[in-house]
């Protein structure tokens, strides 16, 4: 007698033979809930009802995933996980002033490069302060990297504004020493 089973589309039906019901278990394709039928069934009953010989050796199924913990959110079947929010401490306002500070204090050297001396302490000053604060804080505050950026561009806008002053002043110097002086008449 033959047997008939459901495919996995759910529509289609197929007709085996005794040996091969039993080797497309063995190879999977006749699982335990495929509905199955054959002459003297009143109804299709699930495979593993109809031949539970044929079952009795094989890993049943693996076992129900586990409910979600209380408290963790689990997205519905077929939904994207839910987005992850990611809060980062607040930046300290005097290492952004300190960076601020340092980038134009070399960027005024190109208008008139004594300004930077006096631009460039400042962010020296605030980077200091703001890179103590932030190390003290243990975390609830950010921003180092930005207090490091404004204590290097504030110490080479004080540094190349040093610089000029002194080529200048030099120069001053060499120019005035090497004019020729006048004499007033007696």
């Known amino acids: 007698m033959n047997w008939f089973y459901v495919q996995d589309d759910g529509a289609s039906k197929a007709e085996v033979d005794e040996a091969q019901f039993s080797l497309r278990v063995a190879q999977g394709l006749i699982k335990r809930e495929t509905l199955v039928w054959r002459e003297g069934q009143a109804d299709w009953m699930p495979s593993a009802q109809a031949r539970p010989d044929l ?13 979600p913990q209380p408290g963790y959110y689990q997205p519905a079947p077929g939904m994207p996980p839910p987005m992850v929010m ?7 306002q005097m290492a952004l002033i300190s960076m601020i500070s340092g980038i ?9 490069p004594g300004v930077g001396f006096f631009i460039g302490l400042p962010a020296v000053i605030c980077g200091h302060m703001s890179k103590k604060k932030i190390a ?15 204590l290097i561009t504030g110490y080479l806008g004080i540094a190349i504004s040093a ?6 002043g030099a120069m001053i110097g060499v120019a005035a020493m090497s004019s020729p002086t006048i004499s007033s008449p007696p």
């Open 86 to 92: 990611v809060i980062t401490p607040p930046t300290d």
């Open 163 to 168: 610089l000029i002053v002194l080529v200048f």
């Open 104 to 112: 134009v204090s070399l960027v005024s050297l190109l208008a008139c």
């Open 136 to 150: 003290q804080s243990q975390g609830q505050l950010s921003g180092d990297g930005m207090a490091l950026t404004g």
């Open 55 to 67: 079952f009795s050796a094989l890993p049943t199924a693996p076992p129900a995933p586990m409910s």
